[in-house]
């Protein structure tokens, strides 16, 4: 492959984690917040943000040694936890509010100024 086609391809790459971090910052913030009551919110954030953490520093290890014995030894595992996140994601989502608003559009409450 060209180089300027590998640089192309990493920037592209680069560009869609962002974007990616951008969606997931707007939604996981209330979704946590949904889930503490006043007096744990801040220990559900600070899990939150450490669960975050955890992975951004185990990701790159976890992938390079998945990629060392394959194609198939990374992609194995990504789908299954794409599976278990679909499934996590559609049993959660009747029991947090946050996840059946859209992203900014006030809730009731609010829309009418009482909230």
Known sequence: MPSAFGVCLALAAVV???LGELIQSLIVSPIVNDCATATSRGRYNSLSQMAFSIGDVV??????????????????????????????????????PAMRR???HPAPAEADGRG
Do not use: D, Q, S, Y
């Not at 040694?65 to 194609?71: E, F, K, N, S």
């Open 16 to 18: 869609l984690v962002t």
């Open 102 to 104: 859209r992203v900014n």
């Open 59 to 96: 990701t790159p290890a976890l992938m390079t040694t998945l990629l060392a014995h394959g194609p198939a030894a990374a992609w194995i595992p990504m789908a299954a936890l794409a599976a278990a996140n679909m499934l996590g994601i559609a049993l959660l989502a009747g029991h947090l």
